[in-house]
């Protein structure tokens, strides 16, 4: 069974930095893709960043130039390092990966459970 873990999330102060972190693991034959979401109360879920294997990562408007993504292929890892939190960067994160399992000809997304990010101001 294939499955996401995330880890990292927690409060900080508004300035501060985190650095979430999400394993893959399973009978993975290829990841396509991994990156992170994000859903605030009463907001629909935004991409917050993605990498794309042999690809740029891309990031959305609001976080560009604070949030780096990072990608360890060995490990089936993402990461996401997070810079000059803003209080609207509250949210919960979600792990996500587009996916080809072991005996499988069909790449799927999976999601990670989340990690609560609160930001203080």
């Known amino acids: 069974q294939v499955q996401l873990v995330e880890s990292g999330g927690g409060l900080v102060q508004a300035g501060g930095s985190l650095r979430l972190s999400c394993a893959a693991s399973?009978?993975?034959?290829?990841?396509?893709?991994m990156g992170w979401y994000r859903q605030a109360p009463g907001k629909q879920r935004e991409l917050v960043a993605a990498?794309?294997?042999?690809?740029?990562?891309s990031f959305a408007d609001s976080v560009k130039g604070r949030f780096t993504i990072s990608r360890d292929n060995a490990k089936n890892t993402v990461y996401l390092q997070m810079n000059s939190l803003k209080p609207e960067d509250t949210a919960v994160y979600y792990c996500?990966?587009?996916?080809?399992?072991?005996?499988?000809?069909?790449?799927?997304?999976?999601w990670g459970k989340g990690t609560l990010v609160t930001v203080s101001s």
């Open positions: 990498i794309i294997s042999g690809g740029n990562p």
């Open positions: 996500h990966a587009n996916m080809v399992v072991a005996g499988s000809p069909y790449a799927v997304d999976y």
């Open positions: 399973g009978s993975i034959f290829r990841i396509n893709a």
